[in-house]
């Protein structure tokens, strides 16, 4: 006993010392891990990486002329600090007198290939007679410029692409992959900003995917200081790869508050590409006017969840020719699922005019695929022709439904709404304010075409659409409703 009783005590002292041998290694290891935690919070300088891509980045000088503006255009940069001081003085030299004067503007840019091609926004160099280019000097070098020419520009995502002729390569930057940056990566911006010269402005990536007003819109916000004449300058990540065109900021004074949008790369390659080749872009086109699925759309139709993009209209284009119709969903675009209408336009805008692809649409309770041949964008944006305002519709009682009091189209409101002839349908002439109707933007002078994807020309129609989609356990009543001509699908709630 007294031998087992030693036996357990010295196993017991060996468990203790080996314990203690790991804590001791734990505990070195945490200071190990501790002094490089520390050793990143410091950070390394940004110098190196700023001095190997500075040279690829360029100011950019406009000159337009202007005629009949007073001001001091030309003296200082507009937005500068001294613009106020300058104005009375150009002001008692021209003695009042509006006479036509050249107006500069500054901005920025970088240059994408050594033969001289250069990136920046359109809104730099737009309407500009003149464009000169300022490259980085860097070691002592003294200020290069060279005037520059548009190769093209594209207003949707505010990118131009210009040319320099330059004696010899030029130093430039590659694009990255603009969709592996993730929020809270480090950016650095680069550009002229307010015309004082090259500078460099560090932050990280506040945001993605953020949409601005354009169809195509792409952004990157940072809290990398940008300021005006930053404008079309690069955004770059930790490799030296140019993710973003810096390109607006939000600021209720102008200045960086640190907000800042820089359009993604991976939607400013395909734009560069296109000017490149072709001088202009070249986007695809579905032709149809498609709105998002609410969740009581998505009830009405009888769809499992929200999601893809319900077709409006469907205008004369390749949409039409295919046989695609109004109160379609579109579920899939040439492979890929439609989460919402915003995605579906950039991706059919990405795809090659031309293409054949698979449409995959909900449409009479079941899914079917139709094979759209894609048009141009640009060449149906320049055939469209504008169209006007409807007015309201007169007052005219006839039928209180759903919180809207709506007529029967006659020829007297056809022609006070300035609709076609073949036009069809029931006129809102009153809207409740209290109702969800209101709530969801149904106003006097809109058309109600549809109720129940199903044409209505009468209130009995109108009855009977309800009366269906009660029988069939919807708890909405899906219309399409025009307005000036555009369409609208509104999902209006049964049980009221």
């Given at each position: 006993m007294q031998a087992q009783a030693r036996s357990i005590s010295v196993r017991r002292d060996?468990?203790?010392?080996?314990?203690?041998?790991?804590?001791?290694?734990?505990?070195?290891?945490?200071?190990?891990?501790?002094?490089?935690?520390?050793?990143?919070?410091?950070?390394?300088?940004?110098?190196?990486?700023?001095?190997?891509?500075?040279?690829?980045?360029?100011?950019?000088t406009t000159s337009t002329l202007i005629e009949g503006q007073s001001g001091p255009q030309g003296i200082v940069p507009e937005g500068s600090p001294f613009e106020d001081f300058f104005r009375e003085f150009q002001d008692r030299g021209n003695n009042?007198?509006?006479?036509?004067?050249?107006?500069?503007?500054?901005g920025s840019g970088f240059v994408i290939s050594e033969d001289g091609f250069i990136v920046t926004n359109n809104h730099v160099i737009a309407e500009a007679d003149e464009i000169l280019i300022e490259f980085f000097p860097g070691d002592g070098q003294p200020v290069k410029e060279l005037p520059a020419k548009v190769i093209?520009?594209?207003?949707?995502t505010d990118i131009a692409l210009l040319k320099v002729e330059a004696s010899g390569p030029l130093q430039y930057v590659q694009f990255g992959d603009s969709d592996v940056a993730r929020v809270g990566d480090w950016v650095i911006a680069m550009g002229n900003p307010l015309g004082q010269g090259f500078s460099v402005s560090a932050g990280i990536v506040s945001a993605r995917n953020r949409a601005l007003s354009g169809s195509y819109d792409d952004y990157i916000q940072t809290d990398a200081a940008i300021n005006r004449g930053n404008s079309g300058g690069p955004l770059f990540n930790m490799e030296g790869e140019v993710i973003g065109v810096n390109t607006?900021?939000?600021?209720?004074?102008?200045?960086?508050?640190?907000?800042?949008?820089?359009?993604?790369?991976?939607?400013?390659?395909?734009?560069?590409?296109?000017?490149?080749?072709?001088?202009?872009?070249?986007?695809?086109?579905?032709?149809?006017?498609?709105?998002?699925?609410?969740?009581?759309?998505?009830?009405a139709m009888g769809l499992d969840k929200p999601g893809g993009a319900l077709i409006s209209d469907v205008p004369d284009g390749p949409a039409k020719d295919a046989g695609l119709l109004a109160g379609d969903v579109i579920l899939s675009f040439d492979g890929v699922e439609v989460e919402d209408t915003r995605g579906l336009v950039r991706?059919?805008?990405?795809?090659?005019?031309?293409?054949?692809?698979?449409?995959?649409?909900?449409?009479?309770?079941?899914?079917?695929?139709?094979?759209?041949?894609?048009?141009?964008?640009?060449?149906?944006?320049?055939?469209?022709?504008?169209?006007?305002?409807?007015?309201?519709?007169?007052?005219?009682?006839?039928?209180?439904?759903?919180?809207?009091?709506?007529?029967?189209?006659?020829?007297?409101?056809?022609?006070?709404?300035?609709?076609?002839?073949?036009?069809?349908?029931?006129?809102?002439?009153?809207?409740?304010?209290?109702?969800?109707?209101?709530?969801?933007?149904?106003?006097?002078?809109?058309?109600i075409t549809e109720a129940g994807?199903?044409?209505?020309?009468?209130?009995?129609?109108?009855?009977?659409?309800?009366?269906?989609?009660?029988?069939?356990?919807?708890?909405?009543?899906?219309?399409?409703?025009r307005r000036g001509g555009d369409p609208r699908f509104v999902a209006l709630s049964l049980e009221q």
């Open positions: 060996e468990v203790v010392g080996f314990t203690r041998l790991m804590w001791l290694a734990f505990v070195g290891m945490l200071l190990v891990l501790a002094q490089t935690v520390s050793a990143q919070a410091r950070g390394e300088s940004l110098a190196p990486l700023a001095e190997k891509i500075s040279p690829a980045v360029v100011n950019i009042g007198q509006n006479a036509p004067r050249r107006s500069n503007a500054l093209g520009t594209d207003e949707k607006a900021i939000l600021s209720p004074n102008g200045g960086s508050i640190g907000i800042g949008f820089s359009m993604a790369s991976n939607v400013v390659i395909k734009v560069v590409d296109q000017l490149r080749e072709f001088g202009e872009t070249r986007r695809g086109w579905l032709g149809v006017r498609i709105q998002d699925v609410t969740e009581d759309m998505a009830e991706q059919v805008g990405e795809t090659t005019v031309g293409k054949a692809v698979r449409v995959v649409v909900h449409r009479d309770g079941g899914t079917q695929t139709v094979l759209v041949t894609l048009g141009r964008r640009e060449d149906a944006e320049r055939s469209e022709s504008s169209e006007e305002d409807a007015p309201e519709a007169p007052v005219e009682e006839n039928a209180d439904i759903l919180g809207l009091t709506i007529s029967p189209l006659t020829d007297e409101l056809r022609s006070d709404l300035a609709l076609d002839a073949e036009a069809e349908g029931l006129v809102v002439t009153e809207v409740d304010e209290a109702s969800e109707a209101y709530a969801k933007g149904l106003r006097a002078g809109d058309l994807q199903q044409k209505v020309t009468s209130i009995e129609d109108f009855e009977t659409r309800m009366v269906e989609a009660g029988e069939a356990g919807r708890k909405s009543l899906l219309l399409l409703v």
